[in-house]
């Protein structure tokens, strides 16, 4: 919700084409990049890592490997998994960004306009896409989450619109990697054989955690498995797993909890005696941790959902973030 407070897009892309003149003759000037590996290729953490994705994408140019640009950093690691290296990967948005509110920078529209291919989530997650895109000439995009059975949002002014947060699911997640495969291998089809070994190979490797996280949760009593979160964003790992969701509003878009949000939470705490709570990386925990003093619970951690984090962090991929977020939910229902 931090970017680009009091500054309208329609005024921020009114800059952008001449950025964009600008930006082609300073690109070629730039030194190359160092290795690039999937992690340091993959995701922006500062100005001098956005440079750092600059110059990835320059050498991607130079190589004549393929650049994909991804709306966040959690498809972005999904599809670096299938492009290897093959293909060029970066998020838009860097680790950490809070990515529902998000408004794109003439920056970040110069690294669309230098892209082969921009991925997507889909269901409203990017409300800024069909404006970018629009600002974009001749770059094809794709929506990852296209043929994945949508959950509505069922409460809060966004109820009846799609819930965007689908990739918490490793079902979908296939669904996902599916659709990256064909749309590397449409791209690129010189390596298509890569990118489809490389998606087989991740499919298994999500369908394997699937089922270890299936068994993990099933170690906690049935009537014990709540999930309590800042933001809605579990409905479809809750529906994965038997799992019942409260969440303090539907999606960070509209973060900020009303007094009413908070104490029907504490009730539903209260009453259920549910012992812990949690809240996502990218939010506020404040009203989180008022639910928790108030309801007698334990606020016990920090999910990862709407990014990723760095590489010595706890959830630097798809896999690991799955992991970590359901590892601190079955821990703390079982320690408390
Ligand atoms: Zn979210």
Redesign the pocket.
Known sequence: MAQGIGRGLGQRFGTIACLLLVNTACTTASTPAPTDSPAASTLGVSDTKQDQNQNFTNQGKNQGKKVILTSFTVIADMAQQVAGDKAIVNSLTKIGAE??GYEPTPSDLRRGQQADLILDNGLGLEKWAEKFYGNLRNIPHITLSQGVAVIDISQDSSAGKPN??AWMSPKAALIYVENIRKALGDLDPINASTYNANAATYSQKIKTLDQQLRETIATVPPEKRFIVSC?G?FSYLAQDYGLKELYLWA??SEQQATPKQIQQVIQRVRSQKIPVVFCESTVSADAQKQVAREAGAKFAGVFY??SLTTANGVAPTYLDLLTYNVNILVKGLQEN
């Open positions: 990515i529902h965007p947060h933001e964003a999606v960070n959902v709407d």
